[in-house]
């Protein structure tokens, strides 16, 4: 006698009876939203000729891959570009509004009004590297900046004889930008509790590396004598050591940098630059991301996330 399973009819019996039971099981037990709609991030740096926000990127990048997210990374082409930020983020919020938003402000100001218009449509902000004014923005992941000037400051003290007066020059980078303030601002109160230092030039430089050779030659050229010199951020690192090349004063001051770069590593090494001062960029993409997706998912995050900062110094003499 055949098998009754191995009839065509029960057969067919047999796949009626199991779809309907995995339509009675996807009745029952619905999808959630979270389950079916994946969260879009965009993530909006402050520019792109920096080798530090291509690590940042790198790090996000990682963090949303590992998630499972999509991550839309925009960037002005210039830093400082505040003008540029503003389109950035009101095209995005016009045309596909993501379930969050990841922020380096070029201006701890300008780009308060389009944090709120974010706010505003319930799409969370987590501000990275550089803080905003105002409360639109639900957290900070960045370094410690104030700490990160004063451990420059205590590293450049490091290279001088105090038993005579010293000058000390700054260049600074651009006013309104929250996180080389703050680097400006601690290596300045550290340096003034001493009353053999005077701070004899802090120009802004600008953002681009240029701007800061062009500052840095008229400092060296106006400047009878500079004992030690502190440039807060990858491009005025750079174009200070262009600067001081081209006017055959390497190794003639002490010099901290900050920012981390093969060829500021280089540099460091052949005694051209006394330390850099040294973030953690991809560390700060990857946890911005993570702490994105909290806001998104409802869980409370940190108001700040400190990801660390050192000292990098060259290989010690055998």
């Not at 450049?156 to 930008?177: Q, V």
């Not at 995050?301 to 900062?309: K, S, W």
Request: hydrophobic content about 45%; glycine content about 6%.
């Amino acid at each position: 006698m055949p098998s009754v399973l191995h009839s065509p009819g029960a057969v067919r019996r047999l796949s009626v009876c199991a779809a309907l039971l995995a339509l009675v099981w996807l009745i029952a037990s619905p999808l959630s939203q979270a389950d079916i709609h994946q969260p879009k991030l965009l993530l909006v740096l402050k520019g792109d000729s920096n080798a530090y926000w291509r690590q940042v990127y790198l790090g996000a990048q990682k963090a949303a891959d590992e998630a499972g997210v999509t991550l839309l990374h925009r960037s002005t082409k210039d830093d400082g570009d505040i003008a540029g930020q503003i389109q950035i983020l009101s095209y995005h919020l016009s045309q596909a509004p993501p379930d969050a938003l990841i922020l380096a402000p070029n201006s701890a100001e300008d780009l308060t009004p389009s944090v709120a218009q974010y706010r505003a449509r319930n799409i969370p902000v987590l501000v990275v590297d550089s803080d905003l004014a105002g409360d639109a923005h639900q957290g900070l992941v960045a370094t410690d900046n104030y700490a990160a000037g004063q451990l420059a400051a205590r590293a450049l003290l490091a290279t001088l004889d105090l038993s005579k007066e010293r000058n000390i020059a700054l260049l600074r980078l651009r006013a309104g930008n929250a996180s080389t303030d703050q680097r400006e601002q601690g290596f300045l109160d550290v340096l003034r509790k001493h009353d053999k230092i005077r701070i004899i030039a802090a120009p802004y430089a600008g953002d681009d590396r240029g701007a800061a050779r062009s500052e840095m030659l008229r400092l060296l050229k106006e400047t009878p004598t500079i004992d030690g010199l502190f440039t807060p951020n990858e491009s005025t690192t750079i174009g200070a050591l262009v600067a001081i090349r081209q006017s055959g004063m390497s190794k003639q001051f002490g010099f901290i940098g900050f920012d981390q770069t093969e060829e500021l590593e280089a540099a460091m090494y052949a005694g051209e630059i006394s330390n850099l001062v040294v973030q953690n960029p991809e560390y700060m993409g990857y946890l911005a991301v993570q702490r994105a997706l909290d806001l998104v998912r409802g869980k409370p995050i940190p108001a700040f996330t400190d990801t660390g900062v050192r000292l990098l110094q060259p290989l010690p003499k055998p």
